[in-house]
């Protein structure tokens, strides 16, 4: 008996799921008995077993020291995985045809999973013209009281087992909306309580700090967007087949960047050590990468760092800016380019330490203003969130390890909150 899949790998990818009301149990003729404790039936076992397409060797650290740094490595293997998957699954046109009809879509969200749904919500926007209204989980109490038969709920979660995501489908369930689940572990609650399941192929992901699986989702996320984009005509076929070419490829833009940042950001961390504070700034679709990445300093690093759109600064953070403190800047958007620059010109006049995440075509414009630059390889602004995501882990990590933390055991955490 276990409560997540990977303590049991060694042993066996066979899997019986144990419902809520449910207690589980072998008997002593070694007989496997599930009982409802609310009526007192019996399941049949076997009518649940799944097979788990994961291996024990996924779940180890197979010669990395940390299990962040190994499945920040594993994401080109984990988006591909997932785009492919998901490209021939029939659930996913089933989820288009539901967000295509919704009155109202909620992406519904915890931590990690909140910002991943974040670029959701620009993803639908951008590709499909259909809006969405992101939801922390903790807070759809707010949101499910105006629910109805009409809406739709896209629910993300890594672990499938999120209370608080939990909670907030049973909630919108009540008032009839239908739910469609994106997670990455298979037979977990979220995903039995979903109307449409659809699932990250990420693998096992051990290390606390979501890494592989946040661009796992939001590869997905983009995937769905084309999709409901190609039903409702807002995108044509040549253009949703040139961008699944694009998503295709974003696998070896990732792998690049890994490699061109990992020496830099060993750096920077050096630079960074002793920093208490830093901002994490950008607008439009770069904005939930930036909270994102300001996400993984707080989880593994211990420094409070703060993201908002870039445009905001004057509107009051800019005041705690002196000499020397850090600001990251995320250039993911291209169509924001410009005013990202006058943003950036704005720190460094008071002193910020300014840091750029660039495509390299364009680092040349920036040479002067930046004190730190991170130059990527680039693709259009929406993929940029995949293509740029791994630079901020490894900042988030190494800075990690210069402070003297272990970031795969990060205080007061647990890899899966089943907790209110």
Request: charged share 25%; proline share 4%.
């Amino acid at each position: 008996m276990a409560s997540d899949i990977p303590a049991f790998l060694e042993y066996t990818n066979r899997v019986i799921v144990i419902n809520d009301n449910e207690l589980g149990y072998v008997s002593t003729d070694g007989k496997i008995v599930i009982e409802n404790l609310l009526t007192s039936q019996k399941v049949q076992p076997y009518s649940r077993l799944r097979l788990i397409p994961w291996t024990a060797e996924l779940a180890r650290k197979g010669g990395y020291p940390h299990y962040m740094i190994k499945e920040i490595h594993e994401q080109p293997i984990a988006i591909g995985d997932t785009v492919r998957y998901n490209a021939n699954d029939s659930a996913l046109s089933l989820a288009a045809e539901l967000v295509n009809s919704a009155r109202n879509l909620f992406l519904v969200g915890a931590g990690t999973a909140h910002y991943a749904s974040l670029t959701g919500r620009d993803a639908l926007a951008l590709l499909a013209r259909k809006p969405s209204i992101p939801v922390i989980s903790s807070e759809f109490s707010l949101f499910s009281k105006t629910a109805t038969e009409s809406d739709v709920v896209l629910a993300v979660s890594q672990s499938g087992e999120t209370h608080d995501t939990l909670m907030a489908i049973r909630s919108f369930k009540e008032k009839g909306a239908k739910v469609i689940s994106i997670c990455n572990v298979m037979e977990s609650a979220i995903p039995r309580e979903s109307h449409i399941q659809l699932y990250t192929k990420a693998g096992p992901e051990i290390g606390v700090a979501a890494t592989k699986t946040f661009v796992s989702q939001v590869s997905l996320l983009q995937l769905l967007a084309v999709r409901v984009g190609l039903l409702n005509g807002s995108l044509k076929e040549t253009e949703a087949s040139e961008y699944i070419k694009k998503l295709d490829e974003i696998p070896v833009l990732v792998e690049r960047n890994i490699a061109l940042s990992e020496v830099r950001a060993k750096e920077l961390a050096r630079i960074f050590k002793n920093k208490q504070s830093a901002y994490y700034l950008s607008r439009g679709t770069g904005v939930p990468l930036a909270k994102e990445g300001a996400l993984k300093v707080k989880e593994v690093a211990y420094i409070h760092a703060e993201a908002y759109e870039a445009g905001e600064s004057k509107h009051g953070p800019i005041s705690l800016v002196s000499e020397g403190f850090p600001v990251v800047f995320v250039f993911s958007d291209n169509e924001v380019f410009d005013q990202m620059r006058s943003n950036l010109v704005e720190m460094r006049s008071r002193g910020a330490y300014t840091v750029g995440l660039i495509g390299k075509e364009r680092k040349a414009e920036l040479a002067e203003t930046l004190d730190y630059s991170f130059d990527l390889s680039a693709s259009d602004s929406l993929l940029n969130t995949i293509a740029f995501a791994p630079t901020l882990q490894l900042i988030a990590y190494y800075l990690a390890l210069e402070r003297g933390y272990d970031p795969d055991k990060p205080r007061n955490l647990a890899k899966t909150v089943t907790v209110e």
